[in-house]
């Protein structure tokens, strides 16, 4: 019959199992080594035998071995499958710990030992280990004193891998048992919710936990997320804007932009109103003049910054009325959009610095909406390898320009 202590003797078949290395960083042993010899059972550990073991020679059958040798050189930690009855370490000499733990489909923790060995150098080292099992009880009946979720209960008893019987002993605490999981704070994009459960095994035991956070509500023709206390920004650079084209600015408050940017929308806006995005044209427009003959004219107040290049346009349009490259942004419809604009300056660089989002290739000069002086305007040449060049290029040259918008 199964006893609950076992002695381990040492001896029989062995398995090579050399773990770690040990080189002259330990100086003390000058790199001599010697050997733990441990046997671990007087059967071999079979593989496909029953479960739980009836024999007491039988204890560590089909259960892996699971050995920490802890010494003079630190601690080492084997694992040794099912089927191996034994094994060989080689350690550098000293004193040295051995603790077995056995255990069941990896989980069920079955027996215990230790023991110690002071390791000659160049000898084979033996130790002797007494295991002992680990009882894993649960109710085998109706229980004197009934267990709750917390506190244990007394009652006859059933060690499950070894089948041992108590008629009376500690009946484990059942354990919470939580269900019925109901919503109590429900969940928004910027706060996680709750949910509550009832104990089945006592209802007056309750218990919470997280609901995950909801993703953000887009709003196609704004990119702000509209749940109160939110207001994130919901479009990335690359996505498809609500004009059709590519967003390729976020104002978005990190690495080093401004959360939003003043858009002037007029040629008499001095106040402006906070946007976040830049949305490109899917196309060019054809190579044109800046503007008309005899391309001289003073447009006063273009701005360079990041939403000037809207109010740049009208200012433009409100003196050249036939200013080719502003007028032909100007009346640029896609997606439904009608508020497209000749970028300024600032805005033309951050369409080439995004050119991979905004799907922005062409290479050469570039119109923006930012006057010069009254015979040039500012320009960019762009080119192949991503270098760029500003440039004030007479008004009478023929450049292209790429219509975008703001919201």
């Known amino acids: 019959m199964f006893q609950n202590k076992i002695k381990v003797i040492i001896g029989s078949l062995v398995l090579f199992a050399i773990i770690g290395t040990f080189s002259a960083c330990f100086s ?12 671990l059972g007087g059967n071999a550990r079979a593989v496909g035998m029953p479960y739980p073991p009836t024999d007491i020679n039988d204890v560590l059958i089909d259960l892996e071995l699971r050995i920490q040798l802890q010494g003079p050189t630190g601690t080492q930690n084997h694992t040794l499958e099912k089927g191996v009855s034994s094994a060989f370490f080689t350690v550098a000499p000293g004193l040295w710990h051995v603790t077995v733990n056995a255990y069941h ?12 060995v002071d390791v000659k150098a160049g000898q084979n080292n033996s130790v002797t280990i007494l295991m002992e099992h680990i009882h894993l009880w649960a109710a085998n009946g109706t229980p004197t004193v009934a267990p ?7 009652g006859p008893v059933l060690c499950t891998p070894c089948g041992k019987t108590e008629a009376s002993g500690v009946v484990p605490a059942l354990g919470h048992d939580y269900g019925g999981w109901t919503v109590t704070i429900t969940s928004t994009c910027i706060a996680a919710g709750v949910e509550t459960g009832i104990c089945n095994n006592d209802p007056t035991h309750t218990n919470t936990r ?51 940017f003043t858009l002037y929308q007029t040629a008499i806006d001095t106040v402006g109103s906070t946007a976040y995005y830049l949305e490109a044209a899917t196309t060019n427009k ?72 905004a799907n922005f290739t062409t290479t050469g000069f570039f119109w923006s909406s930012s ?19 500003p440039a004030n290029s007479g008004k009478d040259n023929l450049t292209f ?6 919201f």
């Open 371 to 389: 006057q010069n002086d009254t015979g040039t305007a500012r320009a960019y040449q762009f080119f192949l390898d991503g270098t760029y060049t």
């Open 105 to 116: 489909n990896a989980i069920d923790h079955y027996a215990t030992g230790t023991g110690s």
């Open 210 to 260: 997280p609901i995950p956070v909801l993703p953000h509500s887009h709003v196609p023709a704004t990119g702000i997320c509209p749940v109160t206390g939110c207001g994130a920004l919901t479009y990335n650079l690359g996505d498809t804007g609500p004009g059709g084209g590519k967003i390729f600015y976020v104002a978005d408050g990190l690495s080093g932009r401004t959360l939003g």
């Open 148 to 154: 709750t979720c917390t506190a244990t209960g007394i």
């Open 28 to 39: 003390p042993y000058k790199g001599e080594t010697g050997t733990i010899n441990i046997n």
């Open 286 to 357: 054809s190579s044109s003049t800046w503007a008309t003959s005899p391309f001289t004219q003073d447009i006063a107040g273009t701005g360079t910054e990041i939403g000037t290049g809207r109010k740049n346009t009208a200012l433009i349009l409100g003196t050249d009325t036939g200013a080719p490259a502003a007028s032909a942004c100007n009346t640029h419809n896609e997606g439904g959009q009608t508020d497209w604009f000749l970028p300024s300056q600032d805005e033309l660089l951050q369409l080439w610095l995004n050119r991979v989002s």
């Open 401 to 406: 320009s790429r219509p975008i918008r703001a």
